[in-house]
Nanobody, 118 residues
Framework: QVQLVESGGGLVQPGGSLRLSCAASGRIFNIVYMGWYRQAPGKQREMVAVITRGGSRNYVDSVKDRFTISRDNAKHTVDLQMNSLRPEDTAVYYC????????????WGQGTQVTVSS
């Protein structure tokens, strides 16, 4: 059983910073990537940032140059440093782990709320 536990969400003023952390535990094999997705009210869930096992990073255009994703392969953790936050970044942020064991397996965290407001 694989579990993902997120932490670090909260309320921050526009222009502020937050750091999200996610720790994966359980039987984890053949990680393809770990990443962060978000879902705002009334909108579809979207990819924010992912990092592959080899270290390649991909960001949604709206967060480039503001957010940085990092990962510790040995500890199965992934962090998202969010700077220069905007009200439109308000959403529930979800950690995702994709593995390969003959087929793709996706695991999700429970989500953490990020609210950017003055």
């Amino acid at each position: 059983q694989v579990q993902l536990v997120e932490s670090g969400g909260g309320l921050v003023q526009p222009g502020g910073s937050l750091r999200l952390s996610c720790a994966a535990s359980g039987r984890i094999f053949n990680i393809v990537y770990m990443g962060w997705y978000r879902q705002a009210p009334g909108k579809q869930r979207e990819m924010v940032a992912v990092i592959t096992r080899g270290g390649s990073r991909n960001y949604v255009d709206s967060v480039k140059d503001r957010f940085t994703i990092s990962r510790d392969n040995a500890k199965h953790t992934v962090d998202l440093q969010m700077n220069s936050l905007r009200p439109e970044d308000t959403a529930v942020y979800y950690c995702k782990l994709r593995t390969w064991e003959g087929a793709e397996n996706d695991y999700w965290g429970q989500g953490t709320q990020v609210t950017v407001s003055s």
